[in-house]
């Protein structure tokens, strides 16, 4: 009986052990550094998504610099747009732990 | 053989093989393609043969595989997401496969290549969209529309909104790439230090050397991590509409 009772407190113990490692430090880091990893390629996809219906619009109606320069500008802010709202998922994710 | 880059070249290993005029050849990234999925199939084979109370280590890191995908899906895409636990599974485990293997020396690192990685995305991107159509009919439209904005700025922000759907895609492969390819060239670029500056000055590109390579182990994962856990953002969006 005692075995069991020792075996119990032992289970307790260990368990105790894994839920605070789980939400340790080292945890939290790499989910920052994955999210950090994600905020510069949304910005400069959207640039360049952005760039390319351009370049191929002016193919379309042959009006060389005019998309180009339309399209970059919007895709600039369709990028800082990805950014904030990447960055607000990373806000909300965070208020919830 | 200095050359960085070097690593990256794809060729073929036995006959060129066309069919229909495309070019099918068997490469060295066709064979670590399959290395990758023979060694996750052998793995979880023998991790979910035997299912003992206790488990053995091999049981266990599937288990934990498992149980952390799980998690992730329903924290991110919540329970609607439940039916494509297979597809995010598969795609983390191969993802951080193919990295992990890329890491071993001699090898060929498949996602350093964006024609790869940019397949994977688009099939997501293609995907997700099907899902979002078949789900919400029309209304799915409805993402490019954001509440609340004055109608003479709605052609502009929606213009935007979509080239900033049409970014995911984009964004998603050449962040797998970029740093996959980047990493390698890194480490190479070292390696090739070490052997320029010999037995007195390689120490400290050696010493570097290490370094970067926990550091790539660190990043193939994370990189896997972040390419799944994007599909399940992507996934949300299209399961449950909340603009």
Not at chain 2, 134 to 162: C, D, M, N, Q
Request: aromatic fraction near 12%; charged fraction near 15%; glycine fraction near 6%.
């Amino acid at each position: 009986m005692s075995k069991i009772k020792d075996f119990k407190t032992r289970l307790k113990i260990a368990k105790e052990k894994i839920s605070n490692k789980s939400s340790s430090e080292e945890n939290k880091k790499g989910h920052f550094m994955g999210s950090a990893f994600r905020l510069g390629t949304e910005m400069v996809a959207a640039v360049g998504v952005g760039t390319i219906i351009g370049f191929i619009l002016d193919n379309w109606f042959d009006t060389k610099p005019l998309f180009i320069i339309i399209f970059f500008f919007i895709g600039s802010a369709a990028g800082i747009l990805n950014v904030i709202r990447t960055a607000k998922n990373m806000q909300s994710d965070n208020d919830r732990k | 053989m200095a050359n960085p880059m070097y690593q990256f070249n794809v060729h073929k290993i036995g006959p060129e093989i066309e069919i229909a005029g495309i070019n099918l050849s068997f490469t060295n990234s066709s064979l670590f393609m399959i290395l990758s999925a023979l060694t996750i199939s052998i793995f979880l084979f023998f991790g979910t043969k035997e299912k003992k109370i206790i488990p053995s280590k091999i049981q266990l890191i599937s288990e934990m595989l498992y149980s952390f995908i799980a998690k992730m899906i329903s924290d991110t895409a919540g329970s609607k997401a439940k039916p494509y636990f297979p597809f995010i599974f598969s795609l983390f485990v191969f993802v951080l496969i193919c990295n992990m293997i890329g890491m071993l020396p001699y090898s060929f690192t498949v996602t350093s290549h964006i024609i790869v990685t940019l397949i994977m995305a688009l099939f997501i991107f293609i995907a997700v969209t099907i899902i979002g159509f078949a789900k919400h009919g029309f209304k799915y439209l409805s993402i490019f529309i954001p509440k609340g904005v004055p109608k003479v700025l709605l052609p502009l922000i929606t213009i935007i909104e979509i080239i900033s759907y049409l970014s995911r895609p984009v964004s998603l492969s050449v962040r797998l790439f970029a740093n996959m390819m980047a990493g390698h060239t890194m480490l190479k670029v070292f390696g090739g230090f070490v052997v320029s500056l010999g037995v007195l000055g390689g120490w400290l590109p050696l010493s570097f050397s290490v370094a970067l390579t926990g550091l790539e182990i660190l990043v193939a994962f994370l990189q896997a991590y972040v390419f799944a856990i994007l599909t399940c953002i992507y996934l949300n969006d299209a399961l449950n509409l909340h603009h």
